[in-house]
Each structure stands twice: as C-alpha cells, then as structure tokens.
C-alpha cells in the first residue's frame, strides 16, 4: 500500500483557515423537492418579527443565500431555510425560505421537511401520536401536525394560511403562445394555475418537457405580472407579488393519483414536489368551482378545508400532507479569496 493512498484513508479531516465562514447545515427532500436546513454558522439576523428578519437578511446577507443556494455549494433549483425565534409566545419558531430569485413568502415542501426535522432532532418534546408545531412564516403563522409511531416519523400535515381565489379564467396574451387561460389564486404565495386542457399547448407534464416547462412557465409568469394588477394581498404589502406558475393536468393519474401539478417558480425553478402553497392556492379554486368540498381530499402527483371571510375574499384554510427524509450534513466553508465565493448560476 503507498504512501500516498496510507495518507488519504488516515487524514480525513479538514481544519479550514480561522477567517473562512463555517456554515452548518441539513440537507433534506420533500417528494424530491431539496431543503437546506442552516443550523449554524449564518450571521445573526435582527428584527422583531419573521418579516423584519428576512428583510434584514435580504439587505445584508443576501450573498450569503446565493453562496449557498446557487453553485459550487448548490444548484438552479436548491432550496433553503434559516430558523429565527417565533413572532411571539404563542409560536414555537419563525423560518425564512432561501431560493434561486431570493426569499419566499410561504413553502410547503419546507414546512413538511422542517416539522420532521423537529422530531428527528429532538427540539420538541416528542411523544408518540400527533405532535404539534406552530411556525411563524413570512405569510403568517402554520400549524402543523407531525405523526410519530415507534418514535419514527411517518407523515407531516399542516393547516396553510387563508387562501383564496383572486380570479378564474383570466386571460394574457403572449406572443409565443397566444392567448392563455389562467386562474389567479393565493395560498401563502400567488401563482398562476394554467389548466393544460384550456390552452393548447405543444408539450405535456413530463420530465420530457423540462425545458419547454421552465421556458413557456416564466414566459407566463413574467406576462401575467406585467398584465395582472390584481395581485395584490389584502394585509401586506411585501407579500404582493406572483411566485409562479402551475401547470394543471386534470385527468386521473396511471398511479391513481387525481392529477398533477407542476410549479415554475422564482427564478425558473422547478419544484420536484405538488408545491404545498400551490396545492393550498388550488384547493381555493376547487372549491371556488365546487369540485371539492369541506371533508374531501385529492391527491396529486409531481408531484383536505374551513372557511372564512379575508379581507375582500372568502378564503379556506387547506390542509396539505407529505413525507420528508434526511439526506446529509454539511458543513460549508467560505474562503474570501475565492473569487467565486458568493457562487453563480449555470442552467
């Protein structure tokens, strides 16, 4: 055996430089939807709510969130979050999500993965049965419902924030595409449903269609933006804006499931999971359509609701479920003298 390879099996361990940024972190999927966990490391944000910290954090630290969620350390569709003290006594912690583009209103994937995590790590007294989580998001506050039998976690449910129909049967036009059918609805971030039976389009919702997804979803985002003055949140103003775009195929699923979404979002992301906001925002306009009522469930691939009155709009409150898993632990080094540091974007 040489030397060489008698060094590799033996050192294995690397002690980075004492001026380079050591951030620890937690890699999880949701669906196959990626979450980054930040445990440790991240500067400390300041601010007296969810809001003023990702404020904070946009402000001053957003080369941080592209150092970690873009490449080397990352991808075009990685995923993050930052845990932060909750809004008040009555919650039990806040979260920020990191994206390509920035910074989320609400993420359901994150909200699945983060509630398991809790069990997992023991932050909560853990106890067989339903274990309950209330999380301060930029959105507002979401209850979730973590199940524990023989102390493993076998799924995550969580009530979204009021969500609510903004329009159905919209219209943009777009010069690529023609005329498009859209719904606008919100579900802790605002989304364009785009029904696939509706618009005559050249492509499917399979991976097949990656590209053509991404290309004609931010084609559809970016129009509806310039077009639409009604996205607008009827209590804060930093939540007014449109997320994404969310392809819908109605048709009952080889596997049974009753549809399947895809969601295009921030930056041309694509979301691996349903896209828990963009379900919420869905069963909205379900209801508003009288396909589903209070009781009733659907399962949809890729990838159950009370109401009451929100501002101008009658809103209901979705109850969305899934699995998460652990995948890693990271911890990433930040040299200054690297000129690609703060990482960049190939797609």
């Known amino acids: 055996m040489g030397k ?67 490449e080397p350390r990352g991808h075009a569709d990685m995923y993050g979050c930052i845990l932060l003290p909750p809004n008040d006594d009555q919650g039990d912690f806040g979260i920020i999500f990191l994206h390509n583009e920035g910074y989320s209103t609400m993420c359901g994937h994150a909200i699945i993965a983060i509630s398991s995590l809790a069990i997992e790590m023991n932050w909560v007294d853990v106890k067989e049965g339903e274990n309950v989580m209330k999380i301060d998001a930029p959105c507002g506050r979401i209850t979730s419902f973590a199940n524990v039998e023989n102390g493993n976690v076998t799924g995550v449910r969580f009530h ?35 029904d696939m039976a509706k618009n005559n389009f050249d492509f499917d919702l399979s991976s097949n269609s990656y590209r053509a997804l991404i290309n004609k979803g931010m084609a559809i985002k970016n129009a509806v933006m310039k077009s639409d003055k009604a996205i607008v949140h009827p209590f804060i103003d930093d939540l007014s804006f449109l997320y994404g775009t969310i392809f819908i195929d109605n048709d009952k699923q080889p596997s049974g499931n009753d549809s399947r979404n895809v969601c295009i979002f921030a930056e041309g992301e694509v979301d691996r999971c349903p896209t828990g906001s963009g379900v919420s925002g869905r069963v909205a306009i379900n209801k508003a359509r009288k396909e589903i009522t209070y009781g009733e469930t659907m399962s949809i691939e890729s990838i159950t609701v009370s109401e009451e009155d929100y501002g101008p709009f009658t809103a209901v409150i979705p109850q969305v479920e899934g699995t998460a898993h652990i995948t890693g632990k990271q911890t990433f080094v930040i040299d200054p003298n690297d000129p690609m540091k703060d990482g960049f974007i190939l797609r």
């Open 4 to 70: 060489v390879y008698q060094n590799i099996l033996s050192k294995t361990d690397f002690t980075p430089n004492e001026d380079w940024l050591k951030i620890k972190t937690i890699d999880m999927h949701t669906g196959g939807e990626p979450l980054r966990v930040i445990v440790d490391g991240f500067p400390e944000l300041k601010g007296n709510s969810v809001l003023e910290y990702r404020h904070f954090c946009r402000e001053n630290f957003d080369y941080l969130r592209t150092a970690l969620m873009f």
């Open 160 to 194: 979204c924030v009021p969500s609510f129909v903004v329009g159905l049967d919209r219209t943009v036009t777009i010069e690529s595409l023609g005329k498009i059918t859209y719904d606008l609805a919100y579900g802790g971030a605002f989304y364009a449903y785009v």
